[in-house]
């Protein structure tokens, strides 16, 4: 049934669909073959977009290849030689665009077309001149896995210099007004942009990928001092490899821009050492379970002008990386919609806390279309046990899809030491079974980089040691980690079929895996519990001994006891009760007990507590019956021999209630 929709708009919406997704055809027309200085130059439109690559008499094993940005028949001495030797050159002319987002989603097309279809090698050498530097830097940052090397002649490495002539060189006029239009910049936003190839560096200089930029010392169209020193220098601090040739013989023309190129057997050889023999690396595909994909979220995207996506995680998902990489590939894909990106990523926590806080921390600000869902870390560290764990996954999805059905969510289990060790013994770690029984049992889309990072590391394609270096991901890392959401992305959208057209009125919530699970967790005011004695609420809690503090857990009101005469107790609904506390290096023990019950004792000192005020998350008790019951608190007077001393401080209490 077409609820609310009429056929003539359902046929309208599949249409519009059918020309969105047109991109991930790749329909290859006009194709025709032809004499390229003594080689096979085959050209072809590519959805529209002309193309060529040509090929050598003798290709070397593994396809290897050179990608040419721009001006394709300029000085073409090193790539013929690198025909010669058995390399194929590729071109695709998205001219006039200088490297804007929309020239990188062609060039991913073309990448794609020339990787899968005509097995060329997985790594590509890039080749820019002039202003096609702004290609080719602008293609690597955002896919340093793939390039070999890049080989520069006179390159464009801040366009503010040129066309822009904010500096030494001349501005262009015509060039400049073409260049704000294709960015639909004004000159404000063209001046404060920070992604010209000069800028970003880290994730391409942490996969130590080499530059060689040819220069001219007196180019004045395109001056060294702002274009190829300074992005060479920020290079080589960031620890990359970059090595610059200048030319001084023969005519030097068009204010030094140009010049002949001298030995261009050198720079083949350049390229050839890079990018010889090629390695085949283990297919992203093996780590990303699409299932149902991401149908939800795309007809979304052709349903809504103004998209949310959120992160919800830990430390990882925290600090910046991987998610600033994801949320710019969603607005470059889609420019035209107005995304929110919500970062609900706090340190230490893992998928408890998460289920618990998922009403204050992410539906508060925005109910999301696609949620980015991280936890296993953080569920190992802080030992989070099976049962809790599936709880918890479980109450984060039921949680957000009765928010808004039509959500589509990702798990993504990131690695760590203990599970690369598990791994090497032939054991599947337990948060990665736990992710992928709930991910499984939903049909939710799951990305397992725990074992993406361990088959890497046997492989021998890098070591830990030297270029992921730990858990909180190197830019080497954090580009693994972007690689392959960006992969599940892109695979989901390309076998997206536009079905349901009402969505909120077509999903059916799946019965739930665990009955008991935490889809009803929230957060209780410490303002409600009843105190006894002892305990007092501290409005803007700070420490008063200069031990460091996490965003949200200082400057908040926190509910607070130091000596073991302090007793408290609170009625809550529900059939899970716990707290969220401040564990610091004076965490002390608490006695606590649900409906009179026994008392029991639970420890409030971490291995973290001696240098940290730490967020942490306790359950006194889960699988209640959910009615209403009454939870006594009281402070002991025996502690951890760590501690100094017997404190607690709550900051909220975690009660799951099916109450509406």
Known sequence: MLNRYSFNWVIQLILITQISFSLFAQNITSQKTENWHGFQKVSFLLDGTPAHYVKPNKPMPGSPWIWRAYFADWHIDMDSILLEKGFHVAYINTDNRYGDPQAMLKWDDFYKYLTKNLSFAPKVALEGISRGALYVYAWAKRNPEKVSCIYTETPVCDFKSWPGGKGKSKRNEQEWKQLLEVYSFT??????????????????????????????????????EENTFPLVERYQKLGGTAYVYSMSRGPQTLEGHHFPIEHPEWWADFVIQHSTPVIQPLPKADYVQLRAGLSHFYQTLQQKQTITVTYLGGSITHNKGWRDKVSKYLQERFPEKSFTFINAGIPSLGSLPHAFRFEQDVLRKGKPDLLF????????????????????????????????????????????????????????????????????????????????????????????????????PSPFGQEIYYQSMKFLLHEAYKNFLPVNVVLSESIQLTKPLEPKNFEGGKYIAIHEAKIQQGWKIIEKWQPSDGIGTREGFVNCPVLEATSSDAALSLTFTGNAIGIGLVSGPDAGQVLYRIDGGLYKTMDLYTQWSHFLHLPWYKLFAAGLTDKKHTLQLKVSSSKNPQSKGNACRIVYFLVNSTEK
């Not at 010209?196 to 010392?217: M, R, S």
């Open 373 to 472: 869902v991280e936890a296993a870390v953080n569920d190992h560290t802080n030992e989070t046990d099976s049962l809790t764990q599936i709880r918890a996954l479980e109450g984060i999805i039921r949680h957000a899809k009765k928010s808004n059905p039509a959500i589509d969510i990702v798990l993504m289990s990131f690695a760590d030491p203990d599970k690369t060790a598990d791994y090497q013994k032939g054991f599947i770690p337990l948060e990665i079974m736990n992710h992928e029984a709930v991910a499984n049992h939903y049909q939710l889309p799951s990305i397992n980089l725990a074992k993406e990072i361990a088959d890497r590391l046997a492989a021998r394609e890098f070591s830990w040691e030297y270029d992921f270096k730990d858990l909180h």
């Open 187 to 224: 000159e404000e936003k063209a001046l404060a942009y920070d992604d010209n190839p000069l800028d970003h560096l880290e994730g391409l200089a942490a996969h130590k990928v080499p530059l060689l930029h040819i220069i001219g010392l007196k180019d004045k169209l395109v001056p060294v």
